[in-house]
């Protein structure tokens, strides 16, 4: 009890609570620009911790990842263009929305179910650290291949009315992602003797691309013919989600939440996963008048809570073991080090002031974000008040500035042009973007766990149906991928068998 009123009195002190919101607010920012991530930014601020005090630093820390988390669902709303790979779910049914004039209960929602989603996480944490890390420790690389293969499975449900069109968008994302230097044995792959191939296709610049720049020549284009049609200015107004849409899609949070824990509790994996399988999951249970892709509030509710439970699960290894489960949990894991805080099991023992004042900050940079973006919504939904071609110059530009800022490389601004022009050519042959980008984003994943699992089974192929978990993943894997298959032979015997044939006559003898 000691312990935890000196980490409340040192969490609750001004320069601790400032510095939590000036990273909650910096993060949702940097959040909110395509191509400027929060680990980009995170790894900016980390040298502005080195001046602080431990709770301030942590909380500076703290505040700019889940601020960051929780920022990409702005511009995946309001623009169609995912500030972070983990928002690119949050498109297919929260751009829907801003399209029918609903683009403030869109971000309401998003901002709640997002603060919602984190509490959950950090509860689970709190009562279930040990246990939680412990099962997360024991997935191997068999068991990442089956659980990413298993997200995978959702193109089935992203497919739109074509499961060939989905399937081919997947293979298409998949050829992508194998540009570049091979991670394991550094061979080129696809780069043709070119030297800036070798670099491959950066995540964010295709997501620029596939998301930005097909809707930027569809503006111009249309605003060409005369066609362009814009938001009226009276449906522009600040709207909350009602108590009832939260009370039915209530079991459906829970549900993502603790699997956006579970997922991120699991090193390697990360939001992008467990956003498109509560996306998944939502397609398969929830219910509506308007069906999930075309602008259903469950279709917003599901990923954002989701992606940022992930926030909670992360820190789980982090504490617990020292083991970050993606690139900002490293930083994040930098700054503890540099504070002479080691994570692990001691850490807990030694210092239980420290790992109390993780979870204020926690709670303090939701509430942060819940009010920030909530008296800010106000403003940015003014922003469809601007014309759509004008609106399109300026996402061009600041969709060149983050292609260019994430790696400092003009070629990376050409690979937009590129691929965003041929996935305008894919969206006019109506071949869905969104598995493109799942199979850029689980396709690196899948392929290195799936050599690993190999290299450490000296090949045997059977690693990756000797334990439990893996073969569950991968069954279900399997029975998503048949039920397309099902439905189709089961509508081709209905169309053989038609229900009014013919009676033929009986004769007696």
Not at 97 to 103: H, V, Y
Not at 112 to 136: E, H, R
Not at 321 to 328: E, R, S, V, W
Not at 329 to 337: H, Y
């Amino acid at each position: 009890m000691e312990a935890f009123l000196t980490a409340l009195s040192a969490a609750l002190a001004p320069d601790a609570v400032l510095a939590v919101l000036i990273g909650t607010l910096i993060g949702l920012v940097f959040g909110a620009i395509p191509g400027l991530t929060f680990t980009v930014v995170l790894a900016l601020v980390l040298p502005m911790t080195f001046t602080l005090e431990t709770t301030p630093a942590i909380g500076l820390l703290l505040g700019t990842y889940i601020g960051g988390m929780t920022g990409g669902s702005v511009s995946a709303i309001l623009l169609g263009i995912p500030g972070t790979p983990s928002a690119a779910a949050t498109i297919l049914d929260g751009h829907q929305m801003m399209r029918r004039g609903k683009a403030s209960l869109a971000l309401s929602t998003a901002v709640i179910v997002s603060t919602i989603g984190g509490i959950i996480s950090l509860v689970v944490m709190i009562v279930s650290v040990n246990l939680v890390a412990k099962m997360a420790i024991r997935f191997g690389p068999a068991e990442i291949f089956a659980l990413v293969l298993f997200g995978l499975s959702t193109i089935c449900g992203l497919s739109e009315k074509s499961l060939l069109r989905g399937l081919i968008a997947g293979v298409i994302g998949l050829m992508i992602m194998t540009i570049g230097l091979d991670e394991i044995d550094g061979v080129q792959r696809l780069t043709f003797g070119t030297v800036t191939l070798q670099q491959g296709v950066n995540l964010l610049v295709a997501m620029i691309a596939l998301f930005a720049v097909p809707q930027v020549i569809d503006a111009f284009v249309q605003y060409y013919r005369g066609e362009l049609q814009s938001i009226d200015a009276k449906d522009v107004r600040f709207e909350l989600p009602k108590l009832k849409d939260l009370k039915e899609n209530f079991w459906l949070m829970m549900r993502c939440a603790l699997l956006g824990t579970g997922i991120g509790a699991i090193p390697g994996t990360g939001g992008p996963i467990a956003a498109f399988l509560a996306y998944a999951h939502a397609r398969r249970s929830a219910k509506g008048e308007v069906p999930l892709g075309k602008g259903n509030i469950a279709g917003v509710i599901a990923p954002e809570t989701a992606n940022n439970a992930v926030t909670g699960g992360a820190m789980i290894p982090l504490l617990s073991l020292g083991i970050p489960g993606d690139p900002a949990t490293a930083i994040i894991l930098s700054g503890l080090l540099i504070h002479g805080l080691v994570p692990g099991p001691m850490l807990f023992i030694e210092h239980p002031d420290t790992i109390y004042g993780v979870y204020i900050a926690i709670i303090i940079s939701y509430i942060g974000i819940l009010a920030i973006q909530l008296f800010g919504i106000r403003f940015l939904v003014q922003l469809l008040r601007v014309p759509a071609h004008l609106l399109a110059v300026a996402i061009t530009i600041m969709c060149g500035f983050g292609a260019y800022t994430f790696r400092n490389s003009v070629f990376d601004v050409y690979t937009m042009a590129i691929l965003g022009l041929a996935a305008y050519g894919l969206m006019r042959a109506r071949i869905p973007l969104t598995p493109i980008i799942l199979g850029i984003v689980l396709g690196p994943i899948l392929e290195k766990e799936f050599r690993t699992a190999l290299i450490l089974s000296d090949g045997d192929f059977g690693v990756f149906v000797s334990s439990i978990p893996a073969a569950f993943f991968l069954l279900l894997a399997a029975l998503i991928f048949a039920m397309p298959a099902v439905k189709w032979l089961t509508k081709s015997r209905r169309l053989e068998a038609p229900e009014n044939a013919p009676v033929q006559p009986r004769t007696d003898a």
